[in-house]
């Protein structure tokens, strides 16, 4: 796939890097050039300066053949204005933005906005879950349709995957492991990867599974 970035924030850079390891074409755009200057020695060709609401600017990364075009500078008026450039001039299949004020997230589902990113939203989200001290999932957020949430399993020492392979654990369909992050380097795993002590591991889970993968991580 070919995805845009738009906004080389923290996240925006995590998305690039963890994109690019998984073999993806990735372009990041920010206009801040001092930055784009910095993260050009890491990603060379794969960040470019601009003004990622300037339809030119879009044209010239190919947002008329990207699949995906996010949208994550902290300003949602912008973000707006690059969703809609997206989808109306360049036919964009799926748009994801960051959304500040929860207060604008139907504003930008209602003009097609595919999926939006609100981190009060999340934080609210894990207050009235209580994570528990102790527990080894944190929910990060739900997913559309309710019932699925994505989640952060951390894999602490003596727990029981460790040193075993993803497909020997018989994970039910409704765990999915999507990325694993150890040693500051981002895995696409697969079914031969094998879990590490203190690996830090993003699922799309279940809600009915959510105690299934929280006592595997953890262990006896």
């Not at 998984?22 to 050009?40: A, M, N, R």
């Amino acid at each position: 796939m070919y995805i845009i970035i738009v906004g080389a924030s923290k996240a925006g850079v995590n998305l690039a890097k963890t994109l690019l390891s998984g073999g993806h074409e990735v372009t990041i755009i920010d206009q801040d050039k001092t930055k784009v200057t910095l993260l050009s020695e890491n990603f060379g060709d794969a960040i470019m300066l601009g003004n990622g609401a300037n339809a030119s600017v879009l044209k010239v990364a190919g947002a008329n053949r990207a699949n995906v075009v996010a949208a994550l500078t902290g300003d949602d008026a912008t973000n707006l204005v690059i969703c809609q450039l997206t989808k109306l001039m360049f036919m964009t299949p799926r748009t994801i933005s960051r959304v500040s004020d929860p207060a604008n997230e139907e504003i930008f589902q209602s003009i097609g906005v595919d999926a939006t990113i609100n981190s009060t939203r999340i934080l609210n989200y894990l207050i009235e879950e209580q994570v528990q001290a102790g527990d080894v999932v944190v929910p990060l957020f739900p997913l559309k349709g309710g019932d699925v949430e994505l989640v952060q399993v951390d894999v602490p020492r003596g727990s029981y995957i460790i040193d075993k392979k993803i497909k020997d654990l018989g994970l039910p369909e409704g765990i999915i492991i999507v990325t694993i992050y150890r040693e500051d380097k981002t895995l696409i795993p697969k079914g031969e990867t094998i879990f590490k002590q203190n690996d830090e591991v993003i699922a799309i889970v279940k809600k009915e599974h959510i105690d299934k993968i929280q006592q595997l991580f953890k262990g006896s």
